[in-house]
């Protein structure tokens, strides 16, 4: 008789439920709570009436039960998460997530592996996310999206090779899909193969006028050196910050623009999409030591590390220890080893969430974060936004304003950060003496007597002006300014760094009456070489 009333119970609850009628099912739920409290399919059904009207707090309370009383199935779990997620919980949602993998049943986990990848995926668990996005693909060869978010996940953890894979696959089933053209062209453009990458966005725009994305069009034309089509998207970019709308990577705005203020907008409007809810709360340093931090995911061999690794020894260990928070790819490579060597305590974060690693740098009860990547490629700044330090310093990577609150200094120089531009600036400027940029006294060179003039292609006389700089710092009015140079300096040559996309590059100078003879391209060589 009681099997029979709760079954006839649990149905109509159900039934109120689906037909949106939340406020009874819980009066419901309230009536019956003496007899069936101990229950757990009760317990799941009056905490999903709570949760489908926005009350996820109390929810919580009844899928906790219901998982306490041996609940089992995935949707249970599924809107625990979910439960956890839109109360600010993220820590708890993955927990509970893996709790799930564990306890609910091989076929359920089977059934429901997309949902479960995307979950993981939600709660930025990448690696997690992988593994389960994989295992329903295998079961859902023909399902697009999941071959989207398998892609997306292995992007997120800086493995664009493996990415790129997935999307070409993703292409096969759809070729005209707009989504899927635009993601190949972003993961294109990380493998600098930018003309591949232009290619597949215009086709994605062609598609579908939504996935217009000015901030990636600009880094590839202005890489490509297309002008008319820099001003073009320069102009959107422009149009974007002024009206209060933020680009998918505010890097891009620094292509074009000059205007420190829209620089400045460029970055908050960015930065404003991250979570601000402060983990570190202020308390005496019970340390002995200050504790400083480095973040970054250029800990390898990248122009970063090769600035900071005499500075990282440098520290005075009597006075502080020294912390690195790498998100960065392995290299397995000596001069990865030796930067990672060079800190007291290095943690590796790169499958780690925001808040993950937030609160890895709370647990170290770190003083100072020193952040090294600004809105360069592969930034996080949902870290930063969490407030997991004391003391926040923009420095090095990013020599400009983050836009950032929660971050509290940028270290700069007087030609970099002036006094005098520092309503710019959302962080306070500390200004070192001389320049702000460090370096290693200690790198390996070539012995210059080994190269010659001659090996690197220049002529044995003339006058050699050079600019290694990369192709989409390039702009019209340089251009023109290289041109009335050489024509002033007839016994000398341009010595510039060889394209690193496929494009005509000796003509598009000599329409800026640069003759082709005048210049010299140089391969990127290895550092020391360099």
Sequence with gaps: KNVANLKNTLTKIKGLIDKNSFADAQKLCISKEKFFSEVWHYQYFFGLSLYLSNKKKESIKRFQKAVALGGDEFYLYFYLVMSYLETSQPDKALKSLQTAVEKIHDDEKHKYSAKIGKLFFTVE?????????????????????????????????????????????AFQLAPSNAKVNFNISKTMKLLREL?????????????????????????????????????????????TIINGEHLSEPFSSLFFLDEPKLLLDANKNYSANFSNKPLCK?????????????????????ATSYLIRSLIQKHDRRRFEIFGFSYSVKQNTSYQAFI?????????VMTLTNHQVAEKIVESNIDILVDLKGHTESSRPGILRLKPAKI???????????????????????????????????????????????????REVTRPELITRKDAGLPGSAFTFCCFNH???????????WAEILKRCPDSVLWLLQPIAEIDFKSILSNFKIPQIRVITAPIVPIEKH
């Design 392 to 442: 926040q310093i923009n420095y090095l990577g990013y020599p400009g304003t983050s836009g950032i609150p929660e971050m509290d200094y940028i270290i700069g120089d007087r030609i970099v950060t002036p006094h005098e531009s520092s309503h710019n600036f959302s962080e306070k400027i500390v200004q070192l003496p001389c320049c702000y940029q460090p370096n290693d006294p200690w």
């Design 125 to 169: 668990s990448y690696t997690e996310g992988i593994y389960w996005y994989q295992k329903a693909i295998l079961t859902n060869p023909n399902d697009l999206e999941l071959y989207l978010q398998l892609a997306g996940a292995l992007s997120r953890i800086q493995k664009p090779r493996e990415a790129i894979k997935v999307y070409l696959e």
């Design 471 to 481: 192709h989409w710092k390039y702009t019209p009015e340089i251009m023109r300014a």
């Design 195 to 239: 003309r591949s990458s232009l290619k597949h966005y215009e086709i994605a725009f062609k598609l579908d006028p939504e996935v217009f994305d000015p901030a990636h069009a600009l880094m590839l034309t202005c890489s490509l050196l297309e002008f008319d089509k820099r001003e073009c998207y320069g102009a959107e970019i422009k149009k």
């Design 340 to 348: 990672e060597n060079s800190f007291d305590e290095l943690l590796d």
């Design 282 to 302: 202020l308390k005496k340093n019970q340390n002995s030591k200050i504790r400083i931090g480095y973040l970054s995911s250029d800990l390898k061999n990248h």
